[in-house]
């Protein structure tokens, strides 16, 4: 139950916007609740007046009570939108003005310059960036600055009163009194707000982590993709350089794969390649790593392995494959058996990633000559080939493997972040785009930006200290003495980050993740603010400001598991200092004049110093956490389309394209509108790639794709569906329109033209399967795509080359046997 209710939370950003805009509409109702208990509480513990002023407490009582109505009203008004209007911004717009003057009349009943306001000002813009639109962002943020800049400026010259509430403290008992209430208004906004925070990144890290993992992953095996087992080999030959370790690459290939889809059909050539994978994973040793490189096609990554080692576990992966027993829906066996070409750097320092796999295709392409499941090891890389140019198997991912370097993680383990694959002084547009870079920075390049803003803030409170002793009634400001020491203090401070700013540009690229100078930093941070903080008045506006934004931060830019150990001190700190000010062990804003009222102090100075103050942190942080989170829906986003995509092709893969029929079969039952669905199978490929190379057949299925992608219309999809099939969804098409579409596509395969790596040249063609559901239209997904597979098997059977048509009914009227996928 506990997980269900944080998934729900965590999943805030999912919402649509009706929803995503009843939070803070019912935030807003449960403070006022707290407000109310708080008011009667009040009422009863202080019969005598002295620490709250009784006639305000009773006459605020009404007015919190009808918050409360509008607060259930409009949560009722976005429970009845939710499914008529869900994506209704006026409603968010409402709900997020409501709640921003709601809390700014309760900041001016406890003090605008009162801790708890100071929390809500500063963590509510940015939880607000993580579930609320920009344009409402835009909106609520300057009328609730500026109206609680209007009733502050109001209480400074007498026009209002300072804290209606409240009386001022005057003594130990109302002092606690006061430090009570101040926490009792501010701990439910922190808690809350916090592990809102908290919740929200982390499952969005998460779900940034899943989808990058399926960006390099195959849907149907379950191991490295071909873009990413082609990035792991240019790592691995990178380490293979500096340590001068060999590295063996295994390239292998089903033999006879044609045969089982055709005979058995593409469900038991699935279950095939499921089955080879297992037995492969069972095979290699920890460190080794397994890709699928095309449709029947695998590639093992051998680090620190002679030729001899990747013999032998090339054998022992043949022997697993030919000891498979798969069994057709008919009892019939279905043989596996595997040809394995092999090829080593023999520890060669220039030998780069294509010439490494040509020659293991070579091999792969010996074995197969040489009668199939069999090993056959490549010869010596030649000096003279091994740093030549990359050919067609390399030059199809270079583009995308380095988009995928750009979205890993940690992109870049110092300042100098990388941005589409350059220097960020060379592409940087504005001070924005730095900005949005500032996550792909190492952890301690972040220790290095927060040391950073730490002297940014105490060279900002140093100024506005020195000007006020440079003012001819500073001693009605300020205790002289106190702040001359503090100028001295200060400096010492930005001394200590300058030197921990240094240390993290040493350890920038020697210890991009140490954890130990992670924490060392945070909580010389926390209690340097702490320190900052301790003369104005621990439970003053800029010190809950800074401790509410530095967390918020920090979860942006750090895990938790590292920001929370500095939170939880520097938070502990906080109310330690708080009441040892409060029992008068310790002076409460000891900088302020003797006499003075340090609990309460609202002189136009501080007024107007103190939202200068705010005004810098507010825009700082909500400016970086919002160009933050606009790179990560950027990246989420490019790791997305990653993922969906065929990374040879550039077309939908399988799980993309089988969504989007899934999604088009929806669709077309609830419009009635017909769908057809074709499959599609280039003719004797395999004799393209036995013949002239598997470069040869890249290329095939790169110029394939292309002119199918340029023959259908833009509302039509086309994807991968297998080694050399693709799938084609055609919504709103009816069986007439979609054999005229395709007859075309056909004649445009066979137009096509390719040029091997010898000179040859050979011409390709393609057999179609199509069905449609204009007379069935609730027909499944699954359905349509195993009658399209059974019209393909047909038009294979009459001579390929050709499009044929079997539709639902028919299929089932003739009793066809289709197989399950």
């Known amino acids: 139950m506990q997980s269900t209710w944080r998934q729900k939370i965590a999943q805030i950003q999912e919402w649509n916007t009706v929803e995503r805009g009843c939070l803070p509409a019912g935030f807003v109702g449960l403070c006022y609740l707290q407000y109310v208990a708080w008011c009667f509480y009040s009422l009863y513990r202080d019969t005598a007046g002295e620490f709250v002023r009784r006639e305000a407490v009773l006459a605020i009582l009404p007015k919190a009570g009808a918050i409360i109505g509008a607060s259930v009203l409009l949560v009722l008004l976005g429970l009845a939108l939710r499914k008529r209007r869900p994506e209704a911004e006026w409603y968010q717009h409402l709900t997020t003005n409501f709640f921003t003057l709601a809390l700014v009349l309760g900041g001016f009943l406890i003090g605008p310059l009162s801790f708890a306001t100071s929390v809500v000002l500063t963590s509510a813009p940015i939880v607000a960036c993580l579930i609320l639109s920009r344009r409402v962002m835009l909106v609520a943020v300057p009328i609730a600055f500026f109206t609680m800049l209007g009733i502050s400026a109001g209480t400074a010259y007498g026009l209002l009163p300072y804290a209606p509430l409240l009386v001022a403290p005057h003594d130990v008992e109302s002092a606690l009194f006061w430090t009570h209430s101040q926490l009792y208004f501010a701990l439910p906004h922190i808690i809350v707000i916090t592990t809102l925070c908290a919740m929200v990144l982390g499952q969005w890290r998460r779900r940034e982590a899943g989808v990058l993992a399926m960006s390099l992953t195959d849907a149907l095996t379950g191991a490295h993709n071909r873009r990413s087992i082609l990035n792991l080999l240019d790592q691995e030959l990178a380490r293979s350089r500096r340590s001068g370790a060999p590295l063996a690459v295994v390239l292998l290939d089903l033999d006879h794969f044609k045969r089982i889809n055709d005979t058995w059909g593409h469900p038991m050539g699935d279950r095939a390649l499921q089955a080879a994978t ?169 220790c290095g930006l927060v040391m950073v803003l730490l002297m940014a803030l105490a060279a900002a409170t140093l100024g506005g200290t020195l000007y006020l002793l440079a003012r001819a009634d500073r001693a009605a400001l300020v205790d002289v003495r106190v702040a001359q020491h503090y100028v001295w203090q200060l400096a010492g401070l930005m001394a200590g980050a300058m030197a921990l700013l240094v240390v993290a540009w040493r350890l920038r690229t020697r210890m991009p993740d140490a954890r130990w100078f992670q924490h060392l930093a945070l909580l010389y941070y926390s209690f340097a603010l702490l320190f900052m903080g301790y003369p104005l008045g621990t439970f003053y506006l800029p010190t809950g400001a800074i401790l509410m934004a530095s967390p918020m931060l920090g979860f942006l830019l750090f895990r938790r598991s590292i920001v929370f150990p500095s939170y939880v001190i520097s938070k502990l700190a906080v109310l330690g200092i708080a009441y040892a000010g409060a029992l008068g062990w310790i002076p409460y804003a000891s900088i302020l004049p003797a006499g003075s009222n340090a609990y309460q102090h609202h002189a136009p100075y501080w007024i107007f110093s103190n939202f200068v103050i705010l005004t810098l942190i507010v825009v700082v942080v909500w400016t970086l956490a919002y160009q933050i989170f606009g790179r990560w829906r950027e990246r989420e986003a490019q790791i997305r389309a990653i993922s969906l995509t065929d990374a040879l092709t550039r077309v939908h893969n399988r799980r993309s394209i089988l969504a989007r029929l899934e999604a088009e079969v929806q669709r077309s039952a609830r419009l009635g509108a017909p769908l057809t669905v074709a499959l599609l199978d280039l003719d004797h490929f395999k004799n393209i790639n036995d013949t002239w190379g598997h470069p040869s057949g890249d290329r095939v299925l790169q110029e394939a794709a292309k002119t199918l992608r340029e023959a259908v219309r833009e509302c039509d999809a086309v994807g991968r569906y297998g080694g050399e099939e693709f799938l084609l969804v055609l919504p709103e098409t009816s069986l007439p329109g979609a054999l005229a579409l395709l007859e075309r596509c056909r004649v445009q395969l066979t137009e096509i033209r390719i040029t091997a790596d010898n000179g040859e040249s050979f011409t390709i063609s393609a057999s179609f399967g199509v069905t449609c559901n204009e007379h069935r239209p609730d027909t499944p997904a699954g359905t349509l795509a195993r009658v399209a597979d059974e019209a393909l098997y047909q038009a294979k059977k009459k001579g390929r080359n050709r499009v044929e048509v079997l539709l639902p009914e028919l299929a089932e009227s003739c009793d066809v046997a289709v197989p399950e996928r």
Not at 361 to 368: G, R, T
Request: aromatic content about 6%.
């Open 278 to 446: 297992q037995a492969l994973r069972g095979c290699i040793r920890q460190g080794d790593e397994l890709g699928r490189f095309g449709g029947e096609e695998f590639l093992l990554l051998l680090p620190v392995t002679d030729r001899e080692g990747a013999r032998l576990l090339a054998e022992r992966c043949r022997a697993a494959l030919a000891a498979l027993r798969l069994t057709a829906e008919n009892g019939e066996p279905v043989p596996v058996t595997g040809s394995f070409g092999v090829a080593c750097t023999d520890a060669q320092a220039a030998v780069t990633a294509e010439p490494l796999v040509r020659a293991a295709d070579e091999a792969l392409y010996a074995a197969k000559s040489g009668g199939r499941n069999r090993v056959v090891e490549a010869p010596a890389l030649d000096v003279d080939d091994v740093s030549g140019s990359a050919g067609a198997t390399k030059a199809a991912e270079v583009k995308w493997e380095g988009r995928l370097r750009q979205l890993s993680i940690v992109t870049d383990t110092s300042f100098r972040t990388v941005i589409d694959g350059k220097p960020w002084w060379q592409t940087l547009a504005g001070w924005r785009g730095y900005a949005a870079s500032v996550r792909e920075w190492s952890p301690v390049a972040k």
